[in-house]
């Protein structure tokens, strides 16, 4: 009997031990798993940067500005979003393959984490007490205690088991305090028929999360891009479809405050509020809206031009006493005199904020946001961080809103500061705001009709050639999904979801892009395996890929 016993002991113990290998863990539903028994060892690593560290002269307010962190040559390494908690401690993270680095000495030196081979990138962070929790184009919560040495994660499909396999982005996530916090983005049930906006909560400091199962946000398909909380009840949302949203009971339930519709149509990324009356939200294509009564009316203001008479997408903003600092992107090929700008409330006028007259200071491309940190100004761009101080000692920061500010998935600044400092010019890359539909030109009569395909799957690296390898092509309106078939050679099982997006024709070539951006239409090259989009042939019935 005891032999009996002792095999069955054994068994049980060789049966746990072969879960955590397999990564099949369990765990309870809102529980965190260390990340080395969740994700693929192979690709997750760790790397300390140093940096050399830079400055130059802010003509605007001469003040000088400090390059807290800066990359040689991006490639598709860059940085959307950001979070510091002291003039010490901070974090940066973006992509690709899900990349955050981490300061504890001002930036000088950053320790870098990577956890994805593939071209997703994070688009948020975001203390509470010492954690740090991060959020982007994955199912997963990451956080870490210890500043970037051990992580853990969440994953999020768990809450929506019951109705089935849940596909998602994450654009934003923002603590009220240090037990209440909310993360909003979008979400996809495979088999319903339509995308819905998400809100997780939060009320135990990031121990567990929740879903909200919100009222009045019915319609937001594309998903809600930022939010601005004045508490635990009072939250505004913007969204990309153009709306704004009030909610005065946690998010339960939702008052429609502002929308546009035809040839007004806007996409709305970026909000904030200087009290709980005077406001501004921005979008694409400098759209500004402000407002001095809580958002029920909006008044649009002009921005600047660029260069070539366009105006520049508005990418985050941030409230000082008197002003408010706005920071842009758009896609060009030529250096901008500025991308940052100051709104002045009392006037509503606009300024430039940050200018060089040094001939070897360059601003170029696209910028992603903005933080107030102790007087300083804290500026992120994709491959730069820039620390200067307001000119004026009346405008001080809010600290309301300095709890708040982290930057959402969106165009960022390509920058050369110092001569050589930084080299060579840097493929455009996504300007923010994944699953942005409004391609009103789009011609749905050249998409397949909505339903199931099988396609093959065609390789650049040999010659667009297929190797019998199929994939399940997933089809609504202008939206696509590219599932994994039985493929012996791939990694991937059956129903995996190898790519998603919306179709996109490019402006030259007449390529359907599986994109999740805008600007994917006027890039120079794409299909490379690292950040830019696929194409879907539907004439050969072919997925490209590399």
């Not at 975001?126 to 994955?138: E, L, M, P, Q, R």
């Not at 028929?193 to 990031?206: N, P, R």
């Not at 060089?356 to 491309?365: A, D, I, P, W």
């Not at 297929?466 to 089809?475: D, L, P």
Request: glycine fraction near 8%.
């Amino acid at each position: 009997m005891k032999i009996v016993q002792f095999l069955m002991l054994t068994l049980l113990v060789v049966l746990h031990s072969c879960k955590g290998q397999n990564n099949q863990e369990e765990k309870p539903l809102t529980g965190f798993n260390k990340v080395e028994l969740v994700l693929d060892n192979e690709f997750v690593t760790k790397d300390t940067i140093t940096q050399k560290g830079t400055s130059f002269l802010n003509a605007s307010t001469n003040q000088d500005v400090s390059v807290l962190h800066h990359i040689e040559e991006t490639g598709f390494h860059m940085y959307n979003g950001m979070s510091f908690k002291s003039q010490d401690i901070g974090v940066i993270v973006g992509g690709a393959g899900l990349i955050t680095r981490i300061t504890k000495d001002g930036g000088k030196t950053w320790l870098e984490n990577r956890f994805s081979r593939f071209g997703n990138p994070f688009y948020s962070a975001a203390f509470s007490g010492d954690n740090i929790f991060v959020i982007g184009d994955c199912e997963y919560i990451f956080t870490t205690p210890d500043l970037g040495e051990n992580w853990s994660v969440f994953n999020t499909k768990d809450l929506y088991e019951k109705r089935g396999y849940f596909f998602n982005k994450y654009y934003k996530i923002r603590f009220v305090n240090e037990q209440v916090g909310f993360i909003t983005g979008y979400g996809y049930i495979n088999g319903e028929d339509e995308s819905f906006a998400v809100i997780l909560k939060t009320v135990d400091a990031g121990k567990t999360w929740t879903t909200i199962e919100h009222k009045g946000l019915e319609k937001e398909t594309e998903g809600i891009s930022d939010f601005v909380a004045f508490s635990e009840k009072e939250i505004i949302v913007v969204t990309f479809s153009g709306r704004s949203y009030k909610s005065t009971d946690g998010g339960l339930n939702w008052q429609l405050l502002f929308e546009t519709d035809g040839e007004d149509y806007v996409n709305l990324n970026s909000i904030a509020f200087l009290n709980q009356n005077t406001g501004l939200m921005g979008g694409l294509g400098g759209d500004l809206f402000y407002t001095e009564n809580g958002g029920k009316d909006w008044r649009k203001i002009d921005m600047p031009q660029d260069g070539d008479g366009h105006k520049a997408n508005i990418s985050d903003i941030l409230f000082t006493q008197k002003s408010a600092l706005i920071t842009t992107s758009i896609s060009s090929d030529y250096y901008r005199d500025a991308f940052v700008y100051e709104f002045n409330i009392e006037d509503t006028t606009i300024k430039p904020f940050l200018t060089s007259e040094n001939e070897e200071v360059l601003f170029s491309g696209e910028s992603y946001g903005i933080q107030a940190m102790d007087g300083d100004i804290l500026i992120l761009d994709r491959d730069n961080l820039y620390k200067t101080a307001i000119h004026l000692k009346e405008h001080q920061p809010i600290s309301s809103r300095e709890k708040q500010q982290d930057s959402l998935r969106r165009p960022v600044q390509k920058t050369d500061v110092a001569p050589n400092a930084f080299k060579g010019q840097r493929q455009q890359f996504e300007d923010g705001l994944n699953n942005i539909v409004n391609e009103l030109d789009v011609k749905h009569e050249e998409i397949p009709a909505d339903g199931e395909y099988i396609y093959d799957i065609s390789y650049a690296e040999y010659q667009e050639q297929t190797m019998s390898e199929k994939v399940r092509v997933v089809i609504k309106g202008n939206s696509i999904k590219i599932l994994s078939e039985d493929n012996p050679s791939m990694t991937a099982e059956k129903g995996d979801i190898l790519d998603e997006g919306i179709l996109r024709k490019h402006n030259e070539t007449g390529d359907w892009l599986i994109s999740n951006n805008p600007s994917d239409v006027y890039l120079e090259a794409y299909g490379d395996c690292v950040g830019s989009p696929m194409v879907i042939d539907f004439i050969k019935k072919a997925y490209k890929t590399c």
